[in-house]
């Protein structure tokens, strides 16, 4: 009979769990950028979920839940004993853009820093974004590779809907201004004042034309 119930439960988890292995191990890499230990931190979470998966309320969001155990875990283990490593390249970084940058663009209008990281390419987003800091990081992931709201994202970091946002707020401009410096870096872009926007579909057709 117990074996049977655990049986039934191993079941229920997976089913409902293992779906967001992809996004976990994205965010995890992004946090930790380094492959080994974004792995250990995604076996950790499901580890945590798996044992405390009696307290998850069934028919809310699995999702955000296992975002918080993972966000938990890094911030109370992984940065206190991980170091700030080198960028991840070459075949890592390639094996995950495709999942990290999953988010369709926003409305520019209403949002327009986001529009201007969607409509960037990812290569140059991922770099951008492993340079932010950690905080600002953390809320740029949750709520721009992930997709969850402001409450959720709340709910997960455990800070109030004023912080998300205005950690968010700085996040997505310390991303605008590395990416405008990549642009004249990469001379698609005549050097500008600080801040200075940039010409989305210019960036775009010049690097894809390698003009």
Do not use: C
């Amino acid at each position: 009979m117990f074996d049977r119930t655990a049986d039934r439960t191993r079941n229920e988890f997976e089913a409902l769990a293992v779906k967001h292995l992809d996004g976990l191990y994205a965010a995890a890499l992004r946090l930790t950028k380094n492959q080994r230990d974004a792995e250990d931190l995604v076996q950790d979470t499901y580890l945590r979920a798996f044992r405390f998966f009696d307290r998850f309320e069934r028919g809310t969001n699995i999702k955000a839940w296992l975002f918080k155990i993972l966000t938990n875990t890094f911030i109370n283990r992984y940065r206190r004993s991980v170091k700030e490593r080198s960028l991840v390249d070459g075949p890592e970084q390639q094996a995950v853009q495709e999942r990290v940058i999953s988010r369709e663009a926003t409305d520019q209008a209403e949002n327009p820093e986001q529009h201007f990281i969607d409509r960037l390419l990812s290569d140059d987003v991922l770099e951008a974004l492993d340079a932010v800091p950690i905080d600002f990081r953390m809320a740029v992931i949750l709520a721009d590779l992930q997709d969850f709201s402001y409450r959720e994202i709340a709910d997960i970091l455990d800070v109030p809907v004023g912080t998300v946002m205005s950690r968010l707020f700085r996040g997505r401009r310390l991303l605008q201004k590395s990416l405008a410096g990549y642009a004249v870096e990469a001379g698609v872009l005549p050097p500008g004042p600080t801040g200075e926007r940039i010409d989305l579909e210019e960036y775009r057709r010049k690097r894809n034309s390698g003009a």
